[in-house]
Structure formats: C-alpha cells, structure tokens
C-alpha cells in the first residue's frame, strides 16, 4: 500500500489531473472532485460523509504578543456572548493590521478561500457590509499567505503569525489551541447554509461560493485499483463515525451520493442499507 499524500485539495486535484496515479481521492472541496478540477479523472461521482468547520488557530507564542492576547480575549468574550458587538470588536482587532493572520493560498487549499468566506459572512453579519474586515484586513497588510494552511503552522508556533485559518479536525490533529466561531459565520452550520451561499471568493479558474465543509470522497477515473478502492469508499461511508470523532468531524448520515454519472456497482447496497442517500447532481 502506498503511503497517503496530503495536500490542498485544489492542488492535489491538478495533480490527479495531470496524470498522478492514486487510488482514492478524499476532498474538503466538491469542485476539486468535479470536472472542473479532475479533468478526464473525475469518476463523475463523489460521496459527502463528514462536515467540518473554520477555526482561528494560535499558538503559545501568540500570548506573548499584546495585541495578540488581547484579541484572543476579545473573541473568546465573543463566543461567550454571541452578540453582533463584542463579535465586531474580535474580528476589527483581527483585521486591524496589528496581528498577522495566516491564510492558505486559496487557489490550491480551499481552507484559504474559505477564511476570506468567513471574513465576508462576519462582515455581513456584524458589520452590515461584508467587504468590511476583508478590505480592512487587506489595507492593513495584516494577511500572511502559504501554499496551505499546513505549511504556516510552523510560523504560527514560533510566533512569525499569530494566528490561522484552519479547519477545526485540523487544529485538533496538530494540537493547536483554537478559538471557535459562531455557527453563523463558521461554514459548519447546515442551518445557516442559505446565509453562507450568498458569499463567494474568486479564483483563477472561477468563482468559489460559501456552503457547510465537507468532506468527499471518489474514486478518479483511472484509480490503480478500482474495485479495491470502491470497497475502502464502503468501508468509509459505513464506519466513519468511529475514527473521525476524536477531530470532532461531523459524520453526514445518511451520507450523500451526488453525481453526474450512475453510482459504481459496488455501492449501491449502501443505498438500501440506509447509508448513502442519492442527492442528485450538487454539491448541497
């Protein structure tokens, strides 16, 4: 067995594209297991099994920092309150130029557009304008950008930022300390899915909208192993729950079929066993 590779999922995606040969492709984006993204390796399929949320990670080294603890003190008095006042006090200390946010770069890790989404949706929700804090964080020059939220995480612990777009199961595999978001801004909420879609971020090839993170899996069209590989995506859909807990990932049950193309004939006894629900041809 090969070892697993990690990465952006827009930048894995490219690379499956271009010819690098996986068995399994696991996503926390739906366009990056498309077409659009996959090329002629899109399977024309990929299942929803977990959802996910933003976090802001910091460090040790961030407390060190005075304009840093501060804001760390204002946004946990925020998640305390859940009020539009204090939340526009964490996020204008935030964006205020005196601390440094560290972003993905958002045209291979969508963790990276994703924080400009929440910058947006909080805007809108407690600013009344949701370019607010993304012009004020961008004529602060308070934004640090990497290929992927990973590769800041050692700038984030040695102090070089002071905090970090991140997604949550990713804080708590790495250790970090976090500072949850409301439910309204932190793209985990499915009740706020209609609030989160009015939000977009552009990238090279196209517009990327708001919606709840999941996590997809699929098989490329030219999978080294195919009937192996759709056994690991049963095995996925119907045991999920017990190894993605500890990350606080959110097992989607049923999980959900979308496709362009018929379901392989692996899967379908999902279906009857009530774990996969078929959504049709969006990514929900």
Known sequence: MAPPKSGGSLLLASEIAQGNPVSVFISLSHSAVTASHLGNQSSGWAIAFASD???????????????????????SSALAA????PWNNCFTMLTSGSVKLGTGNPNADPSGYRGWIVLEAAGQAYANNSSFY??????????VTAASAADLIAPLQTG??????????????????????????NLGDSKYSSFYSQFSYRLAIGAETGGVIRLWI??????????????????VVKNSPTPLSPFELVPTTPAKHYNCTPVPSLLPHLAAQRYLQPSGPNSG
């Open 218 to 235: 699929t098989v490329p069209a030219d999978s080294t192993d195919t009937a192996d590989s759709l056994q690991f995506v049963a095995f």
């Open 160 to 185: 070089q930022i002071q905090f970090l777009w991140i997604y949550k199961s990713a804080a708590i595999a790495h250790k970090l300390n976090y500072l949850q978001l409301s439910g309204q801004v």
């Open 53 to 75: 949320q933003m976090v802001l990670a910091y460090s040790n080294a961030t407390l060190q920092n005075a304009a840093a603890n501060a804001t760390v003190t204002a946004c």
């Open 82 to 85: 859940n009020a539009t006042t």
């Open 134 to 143: 993304e012009n004020r964080l961008i004529f602060n020059n308070g934004n």
